[in-house]
């Protein structure tokens, strides 16, 4: 896997699904755990494709970015997220 390598998808939470009924109810919108869920889900599938490190090397995720619940995602909405590798090293533990 090399930097520039990316992972996108898009997808729609329907109304008839169960947390809509309480999260808001006058006003239902998709809870923001679970943009956060689909984000490291999205993340893991990318990293699903990371060579295993060797000697004893493990992967760290240096954080996530433009990440941001800038406004209220009703129910129906079409989502698109994408994930992508900017740079890969190996940290040996000491």
């Known amino acids: ?11 729609t939470f329907l109304s008839v699904l169960r ?12 809870p ?5 869920k689909a984000d490291l889900q999205l993340v893991s599938a990318l990293a699903a494709g990371f060579p295993v490190p060797q000697h004893g090397g493990h992967w760290v995720p240096k954080g996530i970015s433009n990440m941001k619940l800038r406004t209220f995602t009703p129910p129906g909405e079409v989502l698109e997220m994408e994930a992508s590798l900017e740079q890969l090293s ?3 533990r000491a």
């Open 90 to 92: 190996l940290r040996r």
């Open 32 to 36: 923001g755990s679970l943009l956060m």
């Open 1 to 11: 896997m090399k930097p520039g390598n990316r992972c996108g998808l898009h997808f």
């Open 19 to 30: 947390f809509f009924a309480d999260h808001f109810p006058r006003r239902p919108v998709l």
